[in-house]
Nanobody, 124 residues
Framework: QVEMVESGGGLVQTGGTLRLSCAPSGSRFRADKMGWYRQAPGKERELVAIITNHGDSTYADSVKGRFTISRDSATNTVYLQMNSLKSEDTAVYYC??????????????????WGQGTQVTVSS
């Protein structure tokens, strides 16, 4: 069973910075796309940023110029550098991986995996 494991959330003041990181729990998963989503209380989960295995990235308009997504393909790790944080960035941030899983018998299966989420709270 593969899951994405996030770290780096916490409490920060307005204008502060945080860096989130995420990697799959097992070595038998290759993520072609990795991304971050967030869900604030009472709101739907929304895309924050996505990055492909070619390094192409997409951002939500609300975070452009403030957040940067990057990945280390060798370790299957994705990062989200968050600068100039605002109170409206407060949410649970979820990591997502879209790729393939390799079974011990050689079977390859398309797989989309979520993390448990990490809380980011920005206080004014």
């Amino acid at each position: 069973q593969v899951e994405m494991v996030e770290s780096g959330g916490g409490l920060v003041q307005t204008g502060g910075t945080l860096r989130l990181s995420c990697a799959p729990s097992g070595s038998r998963f290759r993520a072609d796309k990795m991304g971050w989503y967030r869900q604030a209380p009472g709101k739907e989960r929304e895309l924050v940023a996505i990055i492909t295995n070619h390094g192409d990235s997409t951002y939500a308009d609300s975070v452009k110029g403030r957040f940067t997504i990057s990945r280390d393909s060798a370790t299957n790790t994705v990062y989200l550098q968050m600068n100039s944080l605002k109170s409206e960035d407060t949410a649970v941030y979820y990591c997502h991986g879209d790729g393939v899983a390799f079974s011990a018998d050689g079977t390859i299966t398309a797989l989309k995996v979520w993390g448990q989420g990490t809380q980011v709270t920005v206080s004014s």
